[in-house]
């Protein structure tokens, strides 16, 4: 059986913990200084692990095994959300330094290896998922060209000058390399918390459809100017996330979900009627009909507010990942694992959340496992799991790579 080191996974995963901690969590956005400091301490990392790492001309962290047998990739992302948690990414990612480096001791498995990947913006913070989907062939030099960040509008190619990553080789899938890809990440969800279970066995990830809604008004002293007269860009688009919240749960399905993530209004100011405003909106699914419904809903919603408000309004679609579902052999050995460590305390579930697995899906078979949330809280710092749930997770994951790896050699 591969059997993983519980100290040398806990301590990595402080150390990358300290890349900049914020709270408790981390702010660690993509590209920025600390980010690049990370990536880089983890290409000595896999380094140390025995891999041949590099960093990429998208930021992507890969690391090669240079076993000749029977191969399978494993990761997740490094960069986090703003204010984010420690685990978000960054679990799955020492998982598969840890799974390196349990494997190449294992002297059952001496012909086999893993590769280890730190996907680079899974979280988005310029265009979700960018390095896997760079990986499978997905992202052309022109679509690079058009992304700015969400947060400041600075281009792509400025962010990837910055860090360094400007004409290196975008790294692509070698073909026949690999057995498949697994993810291992916290479930960001209470479900399994709830339940007192210890492993999630993920049966299928959501497409999630973002958007950027600009409306545009005129700028005016909010004392002077009569409401008849206004044309107040903030009240557009607060309209408009009524009627969204007032049509969706119409047409949504069991674990449908929809966030007004972001609005902003300018310039920002209660004495001031706001001439422009900006809205973050995203909405999630497992079934593409379903995405398809939202969207042409928020279409017709983004138009019967325009025709009634005397701003302009228009909508952009940021990203529409699509859903995937996990390989059914891959949740056969995780489960088996998984009941192996921790007999009965493990269950099949669907991902609510978004995971670079949903990319790798397209091109491999592909599989994945959760940890308990604690409180079910991600996306803030405050995010937490257990040391002996991650340990659990680590083991039941090495078990289940040993496995297939095996298995692979036939
Ligand atoms: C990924 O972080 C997501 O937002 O689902
Ligand atoms: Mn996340
Ligand atoms: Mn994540």
Redesign the pocket.
Known sequence: MVKINPDRLLSDLRTLRTFGTYKTGVHRPTYSDIDMQSRRWLVERMTDAGLTATIDGIGNVIGRSPAPGPKLLLGSHVETQPHGGWL?GAMGVIFAIEMARAVAEDPALQDCGVDAAAWAD??GHYMSFIGSRSFIGDVTEAEIDGVESKHDGTPLRDALASAGLAGLPRAVLEADRYLGFLEAHIEQGPTLESMAQKIGVVTSIVG?WQYEIIAEGIQNHAGTTAMSLRRDAGRALIKLAHAIDQHFPEIAAERSVWTVGGLRLEPGAPAIVPGLARMLFQFRDADPRQLARFAAAFDDLVAAVAADDPCSITAKQLSASTPSLMHPGFQDALSAAAEQHVPGLHQRMPSG??HDAQILANVMPTGMMFIPSIGGISHHWSEDSDEADIVIGGQVLATAVGDILAKGRA
């Open positions: 978000d899974e979280e999630t959340a978004g």
